[in-house]
């Protein structure tokens, strides 16, 4: 079992950025697939970014193909969230989730998830 931490979230302008963090204790994180999925206020969980164990495979949703990266250091266990250029509309809550198999953007798929953090981008 894995636990998993978010942080890295805040307030920033539109056109910012931030890097966001998912810290895992419990498991080796290389053992684990990750993704990191937000969620809007009234909106579901959507898909943001997937990494594979080994970090050879990424796929982004295509809202943010271009302006984040998806990384992965499995000697801190740690996987990142890079993003750039924010908008408005990328105001959520992130969530960063594992799972032993490659899972892509199917939240379903994910067994384990953090709690979330905060990101807010004003116009």
């Known amino acids: 079992q894995v636990q998993l931490v978010e942080s890295g979230g805040g307030t920033v302008q539109a056109g910012g950025s931030l890097r966001l963090s998912c810290a895992a204790s419990?498991?080796?994180?290389?053992?684990?697939?990750m993704g990191w999925f937000r969620q809007a206020p009234g909106k579901e969980r959507e898909f943001v970014a997937a990494?594979?164990?080994?970090?050879?495979?990424?796929d982004y949703a295509d809202s943010v193909k271009g302006r984040f990266t998806i990384s992965r250091d499995n000697a801190k266990n740690t996987v990142y969230l890079q993003m750039n250029s924010l908008k408005p509309e990328d105001t959520a809550v992130y969530y960063c989730?594992?799972?032993?198999?490659?899972?892509?953007?199917?939240?379903?798929?994910?067994?384990?998830w953090g709690q979330g953090t905060q990101v807010t981008v004003s116009s």
């Open positions: 989730a594992a799972n032993p198999v490659y899972s892509g953007s199917q939240p379903t798929d994910y067994i384990y």
């Open positions: 419990g498991s080796t994180l290389s053992s684990y697939a």
């Open positions: 990494i594979s164990r080994g970090g050879l495979r990424t």
